[in-house]
């Protein structure tokens, strides 16, 4: 199974909408509504901020929102802040009981 | 509200075992359809699935790596655990354990805040 597709880097300003891409295939991300996505402080475990393409878990703002179409998921974050600035990860099933992790984009908030 | 904390050697030999273990508390390892599972992240790096086993019995795991990896539970104890053979310098990461809430699902959470594993001799 190959690495979800991610951009290694996006940068944005403050107030900002910036959307992410994860680019997989018709056997993961284009087959399950079962797209996640984890933020990453340096030093710190990822933290679930979406999970089922677009249902955000209790307590995450909701400035951060999911999609889907066809191979490819999107995560967007709405009124950038600099706390936003992290690593992102998406995340799909791909059947057979096994998982797939994007390999990351890092989010730079100027 | 569960928590997870990872815990086992910081440092392995090459060609040894790796063995970690997650303890869980706040929640009973045996309650719903919760898959328990490993997780790594190489240096400055992605992460990388290592795979999952519900409280029963039926366990799942990376295709890279399945003929290194048993992952086990010990409900009398609320731990889930991790060993990895024949381990090499490519196996040094952060290991991390987590919930799989969705059951088998690949929707992780919590996690625990995981630790450094380096294979050197």
């Known amino acids: 199974q190959s690495a979800l597709t991610q951009p290694a880097s996006v940068s944005g300003s403050p107030g900002q909408s910036i959307t992410f891409s994860c680019t997989g295939t018709s056997s993961d991300v284009g087959t399950y509504d079962l797209v996640s996505w984890y933020q990453q402080h340096p030093g710190k475990a990822p933290r679930l901020i979406i999970y089922e393409v677009k249902k955000r878990p209790s307590g995450v703002s909701i400035r951060f929102s999911g999609s889907k179409s066809g191979n490819t998921a999107s995560l967007t974050i709405s009124g950038l802040q600099t706390e936003d600035e992290a690593d992102y990860y998406c995340?799909?099933?791909?059947?057979?009981?096994?998982?797939?992790f994007g390999g990351g984009t890092k989010l730079t908030v100027l | 509200q569960v928590q997870l904390q990872e815990s086992g050697p910081g440092l392995v030999k090459p060609s040894q075992t790796l063995s970690l273990t997650c303890s869980v508390s706040g929640g009973s390892i045996s309650s719903a359809a919760y898959y328990w599972t490993w997780i790594r992240q190489y240096p400055g790096k992605g992460l990388e699935w290592i795979g999952y086993?519900?409280?029963?019995?039926?366990?799942y795991y990376n295709p890279s790596l399945k003929s290194r990896v048993t992952i086990s539970v010990d409900t009398s104890k609320n731990q889930f655990s991790l060993k990895l053979t024949s381990v090499t310098v490519a196996d040094t990461a952060v290991y991390y354990c987590?919930?799989?809430?969705?059951?088998?699902?690949?929707?992780?959470?919590?996690w625990g805040q995981g630790t450094l594993v380096t294979v050197s001799s």
């Open positions: 987590a919930r799989d809430f969705g059951g088998n699902s690949g929707e992780f959470d919590p």
């Open positions: 995340c799909s099933y791909t059947g057979s009981s096994s998982v797939v």
């Open positions: 086993m519900f409280h029963s019995g039926s366990a």
